[in-house]
C-alpha cells in the first residue's frame, strides 16, 4: 500500500485534515503537483489515498529569523555547520 502525505504548510487547522483519493484533493498544491506528475508520466489517474488539508493556506506567514531563534536559547550556528 501506498499513502501520499501531501502539504501541510500554513495550515493551523487539523479538523480540516482529511484521507481521501488524490483526485478529490483541491486545495493543495503538492498534491496537485502529484496528481499531474502520476497521471501523465505513469497513467494512473486515482486509487492513491492521501492525507491532505481541505483549508486554504493562511498566508505568508514567513520564517522565524534564526537569531531571534539563538536569542531565545536554542542551538547555535555552529550547531548546523558541516
Known amino acids: ?8 504548510g500554513a495550515k493551523v487547522d487539523p479538523t480540516r485534515l482529511r484521507i481521501a483519493d488524490l ?3 483541491q486545495t493543495d498544491k503538492l498534491a496537485k503537483s502529484v496528481r499531474y506528475r502520476l497521471r501523465t508520466e505513469h ?7 492521501v492525507l491532505f488539508s481541505t483549508e486554504p493556506p493562511s498566508g505568508d506567514l514567513g ?5 531571534a531563534a539563538v536569542d531565545a536559547g536554542e542551538r547555535s550556528r555552529e550547531d548546523f555547520q558541516v
Open 1 to 8: 500500500p501506498v499513502l501520499c502525505c501531501a502539504g501541510a
Open 23 to 25: 483526485c478529490e484533493s
Open 43 to 49: 497513467g494512473i489517474a486515482s486509487g492513491i489515498p
Open 63 to 67: 520564517l522565524v529569523p534564526f537569531d
